[in-house]
């Protein structure tokens, strides 16, 4: 019944940025760990990276150092800047609440990001 809206995603060369957004209709990103994850054609869904209730990060290893992850609560909003964008990057990114998304449940439409030259 939570719905997150995610936007901001595009085609990037390799090396390019892109800062990806997404909100909710209710006010539930001070209560719980926010997280983006992505899912290239063929492969599972995986994280990328949490931010808690107390601004607490977490990144995958694939992308630390060069993603970061965001939120504003009275907006409602969570954000992912992605930096130094890499082929492999390339995916469909979702935002949800962590333990939403860890009962699979919840998920948006996603905003494709695509790295290619």
């Known amino acids: 019944q939570v719905q997150f809206v995610e936007s901001g995603g595009g085609l990037v060369q390799p090396g390019g940025s892109l800062r990806l957004s997404c909100v909710a209709h209710t006010a539930i990103f001070s209560i719980y760990t926010m997280a983006w994850y992505r899912q290239a054609p063929g492969n599972q869904r995986e994280l990328v990276a949490t931010i808690s209730r107390g601004d607490s990060t977490n990144y995958a290893d694939s992308v630390k150092g060069r993603f970061t992850i965001s939120r504003d609560n009275a907006k409602n909003m969570v954000y992912l800047q992605m930096n130094s964008l890499k082929p492999e990057d390339t995916a469909v990114y979702y935002c949800?609440?962590?333990?939403?998304?860890?009962?699979?449940?919840?998920w948006g439409q996603g905003t494709q990001v695509t790295v290619s030259s």
């Open positions: 949800n609440a962590e333990l939403l998304a860890q009962k699979n449940d919840n």
